[in-house]
């Protein structure tokens, strides 16, 4: 079974602060690395995604690091906001053309005024 | 409105009876997928299907069942609900940007 793991389990970060989400995989079937976000209540939402193509994509506060050889990538959230509090899943795809995707167990970020 | 509905949004059945949970795209996406989200395991894929009258097993499938007899469809049916089942499930389907996920049912087994 394929596994992504993903740590830290919570995290709390002030106002203001870096949040920084690992993940690591065994294996894929598809080069593309996304992050959901997730608010209570609600669904899973893409929030960015990459291709190992680059080591690094950035969208707005919003930073995907990859490191290909050591099979990690990484979510900085830069400028952290109240309104980041969610729960975070990284997560890659397997089954290859079902493109099945295979979540981490998520990471529920507290940003604290 | 565009996108992907489940309903109903919560539940509360009975242990042994069977409950079926809908959820239905606009898009036409051929692939559609259930997970089941818990604390402590994330989300976890249940049955997944790749076109109508085409579905899959995933990872945690004992208990369920899944048809699908129109692309725009895909209901989850329980068919003898556990209290292990108890859970929020989400339908998903999967287009050129990516996942797109429902709202999610909120189902307990008492």
């Known amino acids: 079974q394929q596994q992504v793991k993903q740590s830290p389990q919570s995290l709390i970060v002030q106002k203001g602060g870096i949040s920084i989400i690992n993940c690591a995989y065994e294996n894929t079937a598809f080069d593309y690395f996304p992050w959901y976000q997730q608010f209570p209540g609600k669904g899973p939402a893409l929030l960015i995604a990459i291709r190992p193509d680059v080591s690094e994509k950035k969208e707005g506060r919003f930073t995907i690091s990859f490191n290909k050889s050591a099979k990690q990538f990484s979510l900085h959230i830069m400028d952290s906001q109240p309104g980041d509090s969610a729960t975070y899943f990284c997560?890659?795809?397997?089954?290859?053309?079902?493109?099945?995707?295979?979540f981490g167990k998520g990471t529920k970020l507290s940003v604290i005024p | 409105d565009a996108g992907i509905t489940q309903s109903p949004r919560y539940k509360i059945t009975e242990t042994g009876r069977q409950v079926t949970l809908m959820c239905h795209q606009t898009?036409?996406?051929?692939?559609m997928f259930w997970y089941r989200q818990d604390l402590g395991h994330g989300l976890r894929l249940i049955y997944y299907s790749a076109a109508a009258d085409i579905t899959d097993k995933g990872e945690v499938p004992d208990g369920y069942v899944v048809s699908r007899s129109k692309t725009e469809n895909f209901p989850l049916t329980l068919e003898s609900a556990t209290r292990s089942q108890t859970s929020v499930y989400f339908c998903?389907?999967?287009?050129?940007?990516?996942?797109?996920f429902g709202s999610g049912t909120r189902l307990t087994v008492v």
């Open positions: 898009w036409s996406h051929s692939y």
């Open positions: 998903a389907s999967r287009g050129d940007y990516g996942y797109t």
């Open positions: 997560a890659t795809y397997s089954g290859a053309g079902s493109y099945q995707l295979t």
